[in-house]
């Protein structure tokens, strides 16, 4: 294969494609028919793997109904807890965030994950 066709397979798959979903399916089915097309075989194997769906995601503070998204497998139920908005990933930061609501600006990132995982760790070792 060359860059202009694996550039194409990157466009005619560029849509969300969840694990599990009808997406995911058919761009496996593609992917196959490319492999079926270089004379090769390829075989899809369904497996299961946890679920879930989001059916609403509330955030109240103070009263007031803050727009929010939920996390996949996140559970649910009510918590009540100090809430707090984490300006920046900094350790003194971090280090405001046990035992209270956090709220980013945009997506939890893998490395700011990490670095709160981190501070938690710390603060349970001491």
């Given amino acids: 294969m060359n860059a202009e066709q694996i550039m194409k397979i990157f466009a005619d798959t560029a849509y969300i494609r969840t694990g599990g979903s009808p997406e995911e399916l058919r761009t ?14 390829a075989e899809i194997v369904p497996f299961d793997v946890p679920m879930s769906r989001i059916q609403e995601a509330v955030l109240q503070v ?4 803050v727009t929010c998204k939920g996390y996949l497998c996140a559970g649910s139920g009510e918590v009540k807890a100090p809430f707090y908005y984490l300006r920046d990933s900094s350790p003194y930061a971090l280090s405001k965030c046990r035992g209270k609501i956090v709220m980013i600006d945009g997506y939890l990132g893998y490395w700011v994950y ?3 995982l981190e ?8």
């Fill in 119 to 126: 501070q938690i760790n710390a603060l349970i070792r001491k």
């Fill in 114 to 116: 990490h670095d709160l």
């Fill in 62 to 65: 103070g009263g007031v109904e």
């Fill in 28 to 41: 496996a089915q593609y992917l196959q028919d490319k492999i079926a097309g270089l004379g090769l075989k």
